[in-house]
């Protein structure tokens, strides 16, 4: 009895049901057609060059197995390519499946078949799916300062890294405001991965870029194709999807691969500048299920780790500065990393130019041009450190809760110097000062303007502070 082509298809795909996922069953087996089985050579066709060396990479072997259970030992299955919708000429390349793959011949595969791989990623070649992951090496874990500000998102990131796909945190949604690492740790997390799981097909893609390709396919009536693409990514990382906020078909879309790669165990690494609850103009589904993995947020750096960055940069870049410059530096940029990295920079720069020495003096009027929008205002760390420095005090004591009598009245005083220099709120103030309430603040206020108008000796040490802490 001999088979149909259609018979012999049905056989093969009962078997491959059996053998994988029917999510990759739906995406891989379902849009091949059989088309012709002549002696023992099954001919079948799929829709792109794509999915050919899909399927060859992937399924080879079980495909290798079918075919022979199948159409016996001389089994053998040829490739019909559909080149193009409009230019429907297909090509037929032949894989002796009997090969081994290692000594598979190299299939001739002609230029307009590569020139028609539409995706920017796809490196054209000719057996492996190659892609440009678009990952900046500089951006590595070891590139990034950890702190209490990152702590909870970098050891999430590390673990997804460690195990991509196979974490409670999928997906990994970083948010925080500008400036604070997003795209970093992205790109970090992404790096490791590629590390520890070379053949992972991990991608790393903005959102405007995404949108971009969306809408462009749709201009070419490549819809399948980008969908296609898109869902054979292990590790897919979008930077700054609050940009996806009123555009329905960019999310309907997004919507679908999210749960295509969700439900295939693929790791989602999703950045945003505010937290979900805030993303307006976003569809409720999509929200609710960044919410499904783990949501994690950067905040301003601490002092510490804001000189700490400054070092890590400085020793990146082979330069030394005094230590005071980098404390000034770090004392007077205080929430967000992209502008004290540009300060640093300016700063070297201003040096190497005017070949000056880079002295407390010339950081002093470079930051305060470069931090034009509140030049006239300090630090609440800043204040705290002159508050130390002339009373002699270690700084963790103002910063812990003691009450000390000493150490209350120096820390009155930089709650003093922080309610009138800066725009903290007296919460704020507080909470940087041994964590104490609003109303402490208040009170602490009060009890030092009483002083000055008491005390001879006290309204002295106000001056003397005031004219420290003043930046000008
Ligand atoms: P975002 O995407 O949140 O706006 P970026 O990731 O672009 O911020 O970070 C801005 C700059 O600050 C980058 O040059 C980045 O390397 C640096 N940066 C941010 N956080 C850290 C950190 N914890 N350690 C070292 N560099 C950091
Ligand atoms: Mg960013």
């Given at each position: 009895m001999t088979k149909t082509y259609a018979e012999a298809w049905e056989g093969c795909l009962k078997i491959i049901k059996d053998n994988v996922s029917i999510q990759n069953y739906k995406t891989w087996f379902d849009p091949i057609r059989s088309i012709k089985l002549s002696k023992s050579v099954l001919t079948i066709q799929v829709p792109s060059q794509f999915f050919y060396e899909w399927l060859e990479e992937h399924y080879i072997d079980l495909l290798k197995k079918t075919i022979r259970k199948e159409l016996g030992a001389l089994g053998k299955l040829e490739y019909n390519i559909v080149i193009d919708n409009s230019m429907s000429k297909p090509y037929t390349v032949k894989i002796p499946t009997s090969a081994r793959p290692s000594d598979n011949p190299v299939v001739p595969i002609p230029m307009d078949i590569n020139n028609n791989i539409?995706?920017?990623f796809v490196i054209p070649g000719i057996k492996k799916i190659k892609i440009d992951s678009q990952l900046n090496p500089n951006y590595s874990f070891d590139n990034f300062i950890e702190g209490d500000c990152n702590r909870l998102a970098r050891s999430a990131g590390f673990a997804v890294s460690n195990k991509p796909g196979g974490t409670?945190?999928?997906?990994l949604l970083i948010y925080g405001g500008v400036g604070l690492g997003k795209t970093h740790l992205g790109h970090a997390i992404g790096i490791k991965i590629k590390e520890e799981f070379p053949n992972k097909i991990v991608l790393y893609v903005s959102s405007e870029k995404f949108t971009q390709q969306f809408i462009d396919s749709v201009k070419n009536n490549k819809q399948n194709d980008f969908i296609n693409f898109y869902q054979l990514i292990d590790v897919l990382i979008i930077d700054d999807?609050?940009?996806?906020?009123?555009k329905e078909g960019t999310q309907k879309v997004f919507f679908q691969i999210f749960n295509h790669l969700h439900q295939n165990g693929k790791q989602l690494i999703l950045t945003s500048d505010r937290a979900p609850v805030e993303?307006?103009?976003?569809?409720q589904r999509l929200l609710s299920r960044f919410k499904w993995g783990l949501s994690a947020d950067l905040q301003s750096p601490s002092l510490e780790t804001r000189i700490a960055i400054l070092e890590k940069k400085m020793h990146a870049d082979g330069v030394e500065l005094p230590k005071d410059v980098v404390e000034y530096i770090a004392y007077s940029i205080t929430t967000n990393v992209r502008e004290l990295e540009g300060a640093l920079i300016s700063l070297l720069a201003q040096g190497s130019l005017n070949k000056k020495e880079i002295t407390l003096e010339l950081a002093k009027q470079m930051i305060d041009k470069f931090v034009k929008n509140n030049a006239r205002e300090v630090s609440i760390d800043y204040i705290q450190k002159v508050v130390c420095d002339y009373f002699k005090l270690p700084i963790e004591l103002l910063k812990s809760k003691t009450r000390k009598r000493e150490v209350v009245q120096a820390r009155q005083i930089a709650m003093y110097f922080a309610k009138n220099l800066?725009?903290?709120?007296l919460a704020n103030i507080g909470m940087h000062c041994g964590g104490k309430d609003h109303a402490t603040v208040l009170h602490a206020c009060k009890t030092v303007n009483n002083l000055i108008d008491t005390d001879k000796h006290f309204r002295k040490y106000i001056e003397d502070l005031g004219k420290l802490v003043s930046i000008d």
């Amino acid at each position: 009895m001999t088979k149909t082509y259609a018979e012999a298809w049905e056989g093969c795909l009962k078997i491959i049901k059996d053998n994988v996922s029917i999510q990759n069953y739906k995406t891989w087996f379902d849009p091949i057609r059989s088309i012709k089985l002549s002696k023992s050579v099954l001919t079948i066709q799929v829709p792109s060059q794509f999915f050919y060396e899909w399927l060859e990479e992937h399924y080879i072997d079980l495909l290798k197995k079918t075919i022979r259970k199948e159409l016996g030992a001389l089994g053998k299955l040829e490739y019909n390519i559909v080149i193009d919708n409009s230019m429907s000429k297909p090509y037929t390349v032949k894989i002796p499946t009997s090969a081994r793959p290692s000594d598979n011949p190299v299939v001739p595969i002609p230029m307009d078949i590569n020139n028609n791989i539409r995706n920017p990623f796809v490196i054209p070649g000719i057996k492996k799916i190659k892609i440009d992951s678009q990952l900046n090496p500089n951006y590595s874990f070891d590139n990034f300062i950890e702190g209490d500000c990152n702590r909870l998102a970098r050891s999430a990131g590390f673990a997804v890294s460690n195990k991509p796909g196979g974490t409670a945190f999928n997906p990994l949604l970083i948010y925080g405001g500008v400036g604070l690492g997003k795209t970093h740790l992205g790109h970090a997390i992404g790096i490791k991965i590629k590390e520890e799981f070379p053949n992972k097909i991990v991608l790393y893609v903005s959102s405007e870029k995404f949108t971009q390709q969306f809408i462009d396919s749709v201009k070419n009536n490549k819809q399948n194709d980008f969908i296609n693409f898109y869902q054979l990514i292990d590790v897919l990382i979008i930077d700054d999807v609050q940009f996806f906020a009123g555009k329905e078909g960019t999310q309907k879309v997004f919507f679908q691969i999210f749960n295509h790669l969700h439900q295939n165990g693929k790791q989602l690494i999703l950045t945003s500048d505010r937290a979900p609850v805030e993303m307006q103009g976003m569809e409720q589904r999509l929200l609710s299920r960044f919410k499904w993995g783990l949501s994690a947020d950067l905040q301003s750096p601490s002092l510490e780790t804001r000189i700490a960055i400054l070092e890590k940069k400085m020793h990146a870049d082979g330069v030394e500065l005094p230590k005071d410059v980098v404390e000034y530096i770090a004392y007077s940029i205080t929430t967000n990393v992209r502008e004290l990295e540009g300060a640093l920079i300016s700063l070297l720069a201003q040096g190497s130019l005017n070949k000056k020495e880079i002295t407390l003096e010339l950081a002093k009027q470079m930051i305060d041009k470069f931090v034009k929008n509140n030049a006239r205002e300090v630090s609440i760390d800043y204040i705290q450190k002159v508050v130390c420095d002339y009373f002699k005090l270690p700084i963790e004591l103002l910063k812990s809760k003691t009450r000390k009598r000493e150490v209350v009245q120096a820390r009155q005083i930089a709650m003093y110097f922080a309610k009138n220099l800066t725009k903290s709120s007296l919460a704020n103030i507080g909470m940087h000062c041994g964590g104490k309430d609003h109303a402490t603040v208040l009170h602490a206020c009060k009890t030092v303007n009483n002083l000055i108008d008491t005390d001879k000796h006290f309204r002295k040490y106000i001056e003397d502070l005031g004219k420290l802490v003043s930046i000008d």
